[in-house]
């Protein structure tokens, strides 16, 4: 029996075999074992040490690196206070220690009833609403110390669980059809990109040949016009291609 | 293969053609080197040393620590480069002594310290730490830093041998490097970030590795330290010496540390043919043992009441030189034994080896314990040497885990297939750690003959072996030749359950079908290759010679050699079971513990009329003998010992033996003595002249050769007939900050120099070597520098064969005494090409006869039939661990606790019907020979149809372990399992 569920390892094993080298997935199956208990437990460790060839304490040492992936068990939610400088002269010590004394414990710790862990943080990059605070990597703007206690009893009464998910989860919508691009997708986009290449030089030529004709020649004129529209339709194409891809959902935009 | 990743931190040097040269300027002179030698190595040879931490002369370079940094001149003006991350290149211009060096030599230092707690007066690696010392040579004298340093708990144990502590670990990485990179358990790594940065274990799995001393020994501030060490010796308190580790055959040169008369630690020296600085953990600790109180101080002699007491050497020898006499007197010498001697010095195994063969006359003489190799094939195949192995294009391994038998070994083996592209074939039952960095082939123990048949023709993959490894050894062997050009056969005993005319069989047919490979025996006893080499088993003479061969030119040495071929062990054992043996001598053999047959081993020893053990311990086997006579063990002695490839270098005295301990060698003198015999040396140099003069395989190698420092790293014997292989160059000097403790201690006074017990100064003389060279090719040359000796030494040193004429009956009978030896008559038929001086007695000038011819020839070894499995489905593997319960383990309270537990092994299928895939579960296991109680486990490497077993290995209440499962005569074991009512 594994510690990490069937579901779990499913995944895992199409992840490590997206990379050339199994050791390459190690980050993302951290992510994946921390979505699975909030944490990286021991037991996690030693099977993705298994899983993609090296030994638990490398596996150890990669994730202790990290301040996203946790070593130590943590709360349900891990709220990170930025202490950067926006947020710093909005008022963040000031409601990172009310942060604490509601939470009754520091940095580092976990609140008595398990379910909050108090984290500081460099710059979240919403510094537009400083100072701000983080719930399991959802966003909260503007927090004064009011809204913060609305937003505990929020949490607490699982108002807010369609927004807030347990700790670990990075998303909650993925893609269809698993993890793998598939080959024909590929062949598509190398297919466009020759295009796209190819139609960008044949522009480039015309264009130095009509230079070099140095003549106002109304059918040179017409020609790089009409490699320049073929160059700009293959640009269109290319901005569709990422559209499609971004189809993850977007981390809850909170606020109380 | 091994995991193809690089690790992109790793500089890569420019491949370059051998030949080729660039020139550097460092510091405005003009430096030769090889292209894409790094920097660091090419200023240190030119005589300028660059500081460092994290650059190891024996690990890859990571430019981690900034210590070395020096001015490169390049396009864009000098810039500070790490020298030991740069290769170098032609043209390059170095400076490292500038201003902006010194800054950055100054800032790097002052950031070290920044966290470093300086506890130096409580810290081990105080008066030796590179840190303490670069600080003071290139550091800025003091800090700007005024705020709290970091606090971390302190130490905390990361295995049972090593301490860590974090707030003195200046993150230079090699630690983590040597256990990734050097030992492939990557069980340490960094964890954390910034200034949180720490070594750690991960939680649940120490730092288990048989190599983790190493880790202590480079580390170059106290953050590692090792628990049997710790707080027991500052470096200016110490005295050492070098010399040869002794635990294995792999003969690991080492530096020997002790205080006052009290070991207090080893260290790996760097050689670069043998351990390259490593040593494993057994080695490093177990000499520890010897401190043991339980060692014997004084001889014992079993009284009339049954028990063991205190003696006078007097009454223990006269003891047994009477009870030896008497045997030989109403049984002939043949129902004499001898069982032991690979603990023995090469010095003390010829002195035993003329003893049992030149004056009691017995041959029934055995260095090996029924574990090893018939001592004809062994000395018969064309050996390998270690670097041979390491070169090989492809390495076969017919053999227990050699991890756990040769360990240092594994190490330059997986060193050559991880990162030099040697191909690794395995084969065997159960796979091993060699085995799983490339190809393991599994088959059934007992099939490994028809298997290797099959493998050295390229065949049709045999029956019971995996098609797909097949192919995959073939592919790996494809590299070969066909006639075995570029293979190194590593052959030794995959199962002790399995009998040695197994993997003899395996041998010789490897060896016919390639007639081009070359092997390594691998057996591990200390010195049983020298033991060997001095003749210590049956039909076999000193020098590498046959009992037949040797026969004239050693009677006419020595008086007397035994006419026929004696018993090996376990033909003795069994003689003595069967009555016909009168009396056994063990000389540091302790058959209860190691014969694979226990029971066999339990009733000789209680059968046998008469025992006497010559040990430094009271081993179980010596706790049954009649008389036990103490002697010294590693440091104690001093001599010269013989590893794996057949190279001899020196073992050095460091401490002084307990008690009343006598040297074996001394022994020896003292029984011949009262046998009527006396033998002509006074000392270990004496016993090392007579070698030199009359082994085959030894002529030339004379003490001067030894002693001179070029040869520090040993001498490849046999030197006849070969190239002669000596050194011209001394090895390198010890790194300061590579191997920290030897040059440190060095630096207090206490020089690291080896010497036999009458050094002679050695000279470093061409002219020794040119002598030694003479000497090989039979010529006689003159040493005329210094302080050396004539490389074939007058008639003062030579021999002197049987002196007096007191001799006993059958020495007397044989009628060697009274003449003196080396009379023409003996030796007239051979004088016609021969050049060597002959022995001769005192005086007389010498003989010109030809020495004996080596054994080449090797003895036949048919394929044993296997016997039906009746009953017993299940085939028995006995494989050795590395620590097991052999006393030098056993006494010593930092390994006796890493001694595996007895756990079977099985395929989880075969253990389905009892078990669940997961439940350790208590069975019985047996044999026709008898039964053992042990946990079983199931473990899906272990191949169907087999149970893996460690030997020698105890477990409550089943005294004897695998080894009461096992016949000594048995082909292969087969057993079956019962459940045990809970
Ligand atoms: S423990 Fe020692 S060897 Fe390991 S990184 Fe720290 S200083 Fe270097
Ligand atoms: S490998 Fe053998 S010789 Fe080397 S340290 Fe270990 S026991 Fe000693
Ligand atoms: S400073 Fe707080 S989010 Fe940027
Ligand atoms: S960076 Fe060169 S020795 Fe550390």
């Known amino acids: 029996m594994s510690h990490l569920s069937d579901d779990t390892m499913d995944r895992a094993r199409q992840l490590v075999e997206l990379y050339p080298h199994p050791r390459s997935a190690l980050v993302p199956l951290c992510h994946l074992a921390q979505e699975q208990d909030g944490w990286l437990t021991p037991e996690a460790i030693a099977e993705i040490a298994e899983l993609v060839g090296v030994s638990p304490a490398e596996v150890h040492g990669t994730a202790s690196f990290y301040d996203m992936l946790h070593t130590e068990p943590v709360g349900r939610y891990v709220v990170a206070v930025c202490t950067n400088i926006a947020c710093m002269l909005r008022g963040a010590y000031e409601l990172l220690e009310h942060v604490e004394q509601r939470l009754g414990t520091g940095v580092g710790g976990t609140s008595p009833d398990g379910l909050f862990t108090v984290e500081d943080a460099e710059c979240l990059a919403d510094c537009g609403r400083a100072p701000c605070v983080a719930v399991n990597h959802r966003f909260f703007g503007d927090v004064t110390a009011q809204r913060f206690d609305a937003l505990v009893d929020d949490l607490v009464a699982g108002r807010l669980d369609d927004e807030v998910p347990p700790h670990g989860t990075l998303i909650r919508v993925r893609r269809h059809g698993g993890l793998r691009v598939g080959a024909d997708q590929v062949a598509a986009e190398r297919r466009a990109m020759a295009e796209r290449a190819a139609a960008a030089k044949a522009a480039e030529a015309a264009e130095a040949e009509a230079e070099a004709a140095a003549a106002k020649d109304a059918a040179a004129e017409e020609a790089a016009k009409d490699a320049a529209a073929a160059a700009d339709g293959a640009d269109e194409a290319h901005g569709a291609d990422e559209a499609d891809e971004a189809d993850d959902v977007r981390p809850a935009d909170g606020g109380s | ?982």
């Open chain 2, 1 to 982: 293969m091994a995991d193809p990743v690089v690790t992109s931190h790793h500089a890569r040097a420019p491949e370059a053609a051998p030949g080729d040269v660039v020139r550097v300027t460092i510091d405005g002179r003009v430096v030769e080197a090889s292209p894409g030698q790094f920097l660091i190595a090419v200023a240190e040879q030119a005589g300028t040393f660059i500081p460092r931490f994290c650059y190891h002369p024996r690990m890859k370079p990571v430019g981690m620590c900034r210590m070395c940094l020096v001015e490169v001149a390049g396009p864009r003006g000098a810039t500070l480069q790490p020298a030991c991350y740069l290769p170098v290149t032609d043209g390059m211009e170095v400076v490292t002594t500038s201003d902006k060096v010194r800054k950055a030599q100054d800032g790097v230092l002052e950031f070290l310290l920044v966290n470093h707690p300086l506890d130096c007066p409580v810290c081990d690696k105080g008066g030796e730490c590179p840190l303490q010392d670069q600080v003071l040579s290139y550091g800025p004298g003091e800090s700007r830093f005024v705020e709290e340093k970091r606090h971390w708990a302190k130490p905390t144990p990361i295995s049972d041998l090593v301490l860590l502590d974090r707030e003195r670990c200046i993150q230079c990485g090699r630690c983590v490097r040597f256990a990734a990179e050097v030992s492939g358990e990557a069980e340490i790594d960094f964890a954390g970030r910034g200034d949180q940065v720490e070594v750690a274990i991960f939680e649940k799995q120490p730092f288990s590795s048989y190599f983790s001393g190493n880790t202590v020994q480079i580390c170059p501030v106290g953050a590692l330290t090792a628990t049997p060490y710790r707080f027991t010796a500052r470096p200016w308190d110490v005295e050492q010496v070098e010399s040869t580790c002794t635990t294995c055959a792999l003969g690991c040169r080492v530096a020997v540390q002790s205080s006052a008369n009290r070991f207090t630690r080893m260290l790996g020296v760097d050689s670069d043919p043998v351990n390259q600085s490593w040593l494993c953990d057994k080695g490093r600790f177990a000499s520890a043992s010897a401190s043991s109180p339980d060692r014997l101080t004084e001889p014992l002699v079993r009284e009339d009441s049954g028990e063991l007491r205190p003696a006078t050497w007097e009454h223990a020898l006269s003891t047994v030189a009477r009870r030896l006499a008497a045997a030989r007197d109403e049984h002939g010498a043949a129902s004499i034994g001898l069982i032991g001697g690979a603990r023995l010095t090469n010095e003390d195994a010829y002195a035993w080896c003329r003893l049992a063969k030149g004056v009691l006359g017995t041959d029934s003489v055995d260095c090996q314990l029924g574990d090893g190799l018939p001592a004809e094939l062994v000395l018969g195949l064309p050996r390998a040497t270690l670097d041979d192995a390491r070169t090989a294009k492809v390495v076969v391994v017919v053999s227990g885990d050699v991890r756990d038998e040769l360990p240092v070994l594994f190490l330059r083996l997986r060193q050559a297939v991880v990162d030099g592209g040697t191909r690794l074939v395995e084969l065997g039952s159960v796979p091993g750690s060699l085995g799983t960095l490339d190809v393991a082939v599994g088959h059934r123990a007992g099939d490994a003959p028809a298997v290797a048949r099959a493998l050295a023709a390229r065949g049709a993959c045999p029956a019971g072996v995996d098609p797909v490894q097949w192919g995959e050894a073939l592919s790996a062997l494809s590299v070969a030749g066909e006639d075995g050009a570029g293979v190194v056969v590593l052959v030794g005993r995959p199962s002790l359950a399995e009998h040695s005319s197994v993997a003899a069989a395996t041998a010789r047919v490897l060896a016919g079908a390639w007639p081009a490979a070359r092997f390594l025996p691998v057996l591990r006893r200390g010195n049983v290759f020298g033991a060997l080499d001095m003749g210590l088993a049956p039909g076999l003479l000193p020098g590498r010679v046959t009992l037949d061969a040797g026969r004239d030119w050693f009677s006419a040495a020595w008086g007397q050699v035994p006419a026929r071929s004696g018993l090996d062990c376990a033909g003795m054992l069994g003689a003595a079971t069967d009555g016909t043996l009168a009396a056994l001598v063990l000389v540091g053999a302790d058959p209860l513990g190691d014969f694979p047959d226990r029971g066999l081993a339990d009733q000789a020893l209680e059968q046998a009329p008469f025992v006497v053990a010559v040990d430094g311990f009271l081993s179980p086997s010596a706790a049954r003998a009649d008389v036990v006579l103490p002697v010294p063990l590693a440091h104690e002695r001093s001599g010269t010992t013989t590893n794996v490839e057949g190279r001899v270098t020196r073992v050095a005295q460091k401490l002084v033996a307990p008690g009343q301990s006598w040297p074996d060698w001394v022994v020896a003198v003292e029984l011949a003595a009262r046998l009527g015999c006396d033998l002509p040396y006074s000392s270990v140099s004496d016993l090392w002249d007579e070698i030199e003069q009359l082994s085959s395989a030894h002529r030339g190698l004379t003490r001067s050769v030894l002693d001179s420092l070029a040869q520090r790293d040993g001498v490849l014997v046999p030197l006849a007939g070969t190239p002669v292989v000596l050194s011209r160059r001394p090895p390198a000097p010890i790194d300061p900050i590579a191997t920290p403790g030897i040059e440190s201690v060095e630096r207090q006074g206490a020089p690291l120099r080896a010497g036999l017990a009458e050094p002679l100064g050695g000279s470093d003389d061409e002219a020794v070597v040119a002598a030694a060279a003479a000497a090989v090719r039979g010529e006689r040359a003159e040493v005329t520098a210094g302080r050396g000796e004539p490389a074939e030494a007058g008639p003062q040193v030579g021999p002197e064969p049987l002196r007096a004429g007191a001799g006993g009956p059958e020495t007397a009978a044989a009628g060697a005494p009274a003449a003196p030896a080396g009379s023409p008559g003996a030796l007239e038929g051979q004088a016609a090409e021969g050049q060597a001086a002959a022995p001769s007695a005192e005086g007389s000038p010498p003989e010109r006869h030809q020495r004996p011819a080596m054994l080449r020839a090797l003895p036949e070894a048919p394929v044993p039939a296997l016997p039906p499995t009746d009953g017993y489905g299940l085939r028995l593997v006995a494989r050795r661990t590395l620590y097991d319960d052999g006393v030098a383990v056993d006494v010593n309270e930092h390994l006796a606790s890493l001694v595996p537990p007895l756990q079977a092994r099985f395929h989880p299928a075969d253990l389905a019907p009892s078990a669940g895939p997961e439940r350790s579960l208590r069975i019985r296991l047996r044999s026709r020979r008898g039964v053992v109680t042990v946990d079983a486990l199931a473990d899906p490497s272990v191949a169907r149809g087999t149970v893996v077993v460690p030997f020698n290995v105890g477990g409550d209440g089943a005294e004897g372990g695998a080894a009461r499962l096992i016949g000594a005569d048995d082909v292969v074991v087969d057993v079956r399992m019962e459940t045990v009512a809970p």
